[in-house]
């Protein structure tokens, strides 16, 4: 059974305080692993695909990176306008998709 | 503005009930689908449409109907709703389904409520 794992539940962090967000999975082949970002009361909001190991995105302070077992966000001198859930996805090759339990971040200015 | 809409956006109602929650895209979206969002748990699938009167069961469709009678709209149907079906829910859309892999588009989420 595919399973996408999230860590830590949550993180507190001042703002400029770098960090990183994990995601691991166990998936019966990969066809893409996507980045969602929700803030409280809205839909989830899509921020990256990666589609094979080595691959990174970037989009301002974040930063996309895959290997074989696990996706990494890092936020780079957080603002607080960057607190948010932070949802991580993969698609197999059955095309099903399995979401992560999320990771909530808050940065405190 | 290309978007995916869900109505109502909060719903009470009693065990038993027949109701319907809307959505509606506008981005001529193949692909779209419902999941149910509970603390801990993550999103989990409920029914997916890949086209017009195709749909299939997600993860937890148990107690749920769909029907894709038209491209733009997907309507969730919960023909007795039991307060296990208490919960965050949310439509998505997806440019294309088929053999490639895009991002989804989602609402802006509908919180039901059963007692």
């Known amino acids: 059974e595919d399973q996408v794992t999230q860590s830590p539940e949550a993180l507190r962090l001042q703002e400029g305080e770098s960090s990183s967000l994990n995601c691991s999975y166990t998936?019966?082949?990969?066809?893409?692993l996507f980045w969602y970002r929700q803030d409280p009361g809205k839909g989830p909001e899509f921020l990256f695909t990666?589609?094979?190991a080595g691959e990174e995105k970037e989009k301002e302070r974040l930063k996309a990176t895959l290997t074989k077992k696990e996706s990494f966000l890092h936020i780079t001198a957080p603002k607080p306008e960057d607190s948010a859930t932070y949802l991580c996805?993969?698609?197999?090759?059955?095309?099903?998709?399995?979401f992560g339990a999320g990771t909530t971040v808050t940065v405190r200015a | 503005e290309a978007q995916v809409t869900q109505n109502p956006r909060y719903l009470i109602t009693v065990t038993g009930k027949k109701l319907t929650v809307t959505c509606s895209q506008n981005?001529?979206?193949?692909?779209m689908s419902w999941y149910r969002q509970d603390p801990g748990l993550g999103l989990r699938q409920i029914y997916y449409?890949?086209?017009?009167?195709?749909?299939d069961k997600g993860d937890v469709p148990e107690g749920y109907k769909v029907s894709r009678k038209e491209k733009r709209n997907f309507p969730l149907i919960l023909e007795s709703p039991s307060p296990n079906q208490t919960s965050l829910y949310f439509c998505?859309?997806?440019?294309?389904?088929?053999?490639?892999?895009?991002?989804?588009?989602f609402g802006p989420g509908t919180r039901l409520t059963v007692t």
């Open positions: 998505a859309s997806s440019p294309r389904s088929g053999i490639a892999t895009y991002e989804q588009y």
């Open positions: 981005m001529n979206h193949e692909y």
């Open positions: 998936v019966s082949g990969l066809r893409g």
């Open positions: 996805a993969v698609q197999a090759n059955d095309y099903k998709l399995s």
């Open positions: 990666l589609y094979s």
């Open positions: 449409s890949m086209n017009v009167e195709v749909t």
